[in-house]
C-alpha cells in the first residue's frame, strides 16, 4: 500500500500569497483528516471528512482556511492569503470507517514557511 | 476543552535499558487510545492501541498499559535501541461522542544514549 500521499513536502512563499496543499489518502479509506502541528500547540485537528463530505471544521483557524474534497481519493487544503504564523507543518491523514478503533495513519506532511 | 498530555518533554535511556513513556488524560469517555512515532522529518506513524476494555496489550518490544482509575496510559519499550529515538505522542478518541478525530498530547521525545 502507496500510504498517504502529500505534495508538495517543502513549501517557502510570501505572505499575502495562495497556499495549496495536496492530499491522496489511502485507498479505500472512508475518513480523511488534515493536522497542522506546531511546537507551541503540538497536533491540531483542522478539519475531516467522511466519504468526501466534511463533518468537522471547527478546528479551521479562520476564514482564510479552506478545505476540499472532491473525490474519495483527493483533498486540499488552501490558504489564501497566508501569513508568517501559518508557517507549521500540515499533515493528512485517513483511515477506515471500521466503529470502534480509530487508528489513523498519516502522511509524511507539508511543511510550510510563510515569510 | 478535554486534552490529553504527557508528564515528561524528554525522555533519555541508555541503549539496551527499558524505557517507559506516561500520559495522562481527562476525557473519560475516551474509548480507545494510540501510541504514534514520530522520527524527525516524517509524520506519526502507528505503533500500538489499546481499547479501553483492556488494560494492558502487547505487541513487538513494546506494551501499553492502561489504567482507567487514573486515567492514564503508559507505553514501555523493551530493549530500546537508537532507531527508537523520535517523538512519542499518546492519543485519545471518543468514539461514544461522535468524534472521529483523535485529541493528541504534546509528545516526549525519548533520546537513546549509546
Known amino acids: 500500500d502507496a500510504g498517504v500521499i502529500q505534495s508538495p513536502r517543502h513549501e517557502v512563499t510570501e505572505m499575502g500569497q495562495e497556499v495549496t496543499l495536496r492530499c491522496k489518502p489511502i485507498?479505500?479509506?472512508?475518513?480523511l483528516f488534515w493536522y497542522r502541528q506546531t511546537m507551541m500547540r503540538g497536533l491540531e485537528l483542522l478539519i475531516y471528512?467522511?466519504?468526501?463530505?466534511?463533518?468537522?471544521d471547527s478546528g479551521m483557524p479562520e476564514d482564510r482556511f479552506s478545505a476540499k474534497m472532491p473525490n474519495a481519493s483527493f483533498s486540499t487544503l488552501k490558504i489564501q492569503p497566508s501569513e508568517p504564523r501559518d508557517s507549521a507543518v500540515y499533515f493528512c491523514?485517513?483511515?477506515?470507517?471500521?466503529?470502534?478503533?480509530?487508528?489513523?495513519?498519516f502522511g509524511e506532511g507539508s511543511w510550510l514557511t510563510v515569510v | 476543552g478535554e486534552s490529553v498530555g504527557l508528564h515528561l518533554p524528554t525522555l533519555s535511556v541508555q541503549e539496551g535499558d527499558n524505557s517507559i513513556i506516561n500520559c495522562a488524560y481527562s476525557?473519560?469517555?475516551?474509548?480507545?487510545f494510540i501510541w504514534y512515532k514520530q522520527e524527525s522529518g516524517k509524520g506519526p506513524q502507528f505503533i500500538i492501541d489499546?481499547?479501553?476494555?483492556?488494560d494492558k496489550r502487547q505487541g513487538q518490544r513494546v506494551t501499553v498499559l492502561l489504567n482507567k482509575t487514573v486515567k492514564h496510559l503508559s507505553l514501555q519499550i523493551a530493549a530500546t535501541q537508537p532507531g527508537d529515538s523520535a517523538v512519542y505522542f499518546c492519543?485519545?478518541?471518543?468514539?461514544?461522542?461522535?468524534?472521529?478525530?483523535?485529541?493528541f498530547g504534546k509528545g516526549t521525545h525519548l533520546i537513546i544514549q549509546p
Open positions: 485507498s479505500g479509506h472512508d475518513y
Open positions: 491523514a485517513s483511515r477506515y470507517d471500521r466503529g470502534v478503533g480509530n487508528t489513523i495513519y
Open positions: 492519543a485519545e478518541n471518543n468514539d461514544g461522542g461522535g468524534a472521529d478525530g483523535l485529541t
Open positions: 471528512f467522511n466519504n468526501n463530505v466534511p463533518i468537522d
Open positions: 489499546i481499547r479501553s476494555n483492556m
Open positions: 476525557n473519560s469517555a475516551s474509548d480507545y
